[in-house]
């Protein structure tokens, strides 16, 4: 049976071969450390804010959250450039972010670990590891999800200049795509004439007083089940 370090070795050297898929840049963690799931995602205006792999429906929902929310573990590995980890979740949260603290504890994590994918100077995204129970990685162990990070993001960064070349690119949109989001604040733009940054903050706004997510917000604007204007002449009307 392989070591640690042989494991290791090996998955240091497949993400290092010529653009592994999705799935091959998130399992080595989930194989290599006691964690429950990953996911992968870019973050900021480089390559856009969204998930680029999740291994199971919880690691995608703790991602989704982050986004909508604008704070978590996730964010302050890109902003620090340096691993957060969170190894009790439950019993220790930390201070920085109780809104999402308590919503993924609530969802069943007890413990959250975020490596930056870093290249160079360029802050492509974040790596997120969740266990169900409290955990503690080792040194060895927080720096070896360091390196394979480092790894991810550089083939997350080959794999967009590549699709950026082709004019056409065959290959199928992620389902964890943040586009329809991107659609639907230049509708909610249109419908109440404001900017950018106001019509996204619309739209977090209303998912969090409904306790959904922004993606399904979304979607029912994209689909005209949702019209901020609607609300906007229903005020003009009461004045």
């Not at 220790?92 to 919503?103: G, H, I, L």
């Not at 169900?132 to 083939?155: N, W």
Request: include cysteine.
């Amino acid at each position: 049976m392989a070591t640690q370090d042989e494991r290791f070795t090996r998955a240091m050297r497949e993400l290092r071969g010529d653009l592994p898929s999705d799935r091959q840049l998130g399992l080595p963690f989930v194989d290599l450390f006691p964690i429950a799931g990953t996911a992968i995602s870019t973050i900021g205006d480089l390559l856009g804010t969204e998930t680029v792999y999740a291994t199971d429906a919880q690691a995608a929902r703790l991602d989704e959250l982050q986004f909508d929310l604008g704070i978590g573990p996730c964010w302050d590995a890109l902003r620090t450039a340096r691993p957060v980890l969170e190894p009790d979740l439950r019993g220790d949260p930390r201070n920085t972010w109780p809104v999402f603290s308590e919503a993924a504890a609530a969802d069943g994590v007890g413990a959250l670990f975020a490596f930056p994918m870093l290249v160079g100077s360029l802050r492509i995204g974040a790596v997120d590891l969740y266990a169900r129970h409290a955990l503690e990685l080792t040194r060895v162990q927080t720096r070896q999800a360091a390196s394979l990070a480092d790894l991810v993001g550089r083939q997350v960064l080959r794999r967009a200049l590549i699709r950026a070349a082709v004019e056409d690119p065959e290959e199928p949109e992620s389902p964890f795509s943040r586009r329809l989001v991107h659609q639907a604040s230049g509708m909610v733009l249109a419908q109440l004439d404001i900017s950018a940054d106001d019509a996204r903050l619309v739209i977090q706004g209303h998912a969090f007083a409904t306790g959904r997510s922004m993606m399904d917000v979304s979607r029912d604007v994209v689909d005209g089940v949702l019209d901020f204007s609607l609300d906007e002449q229903g005020k003009d009307d009461a004045r």
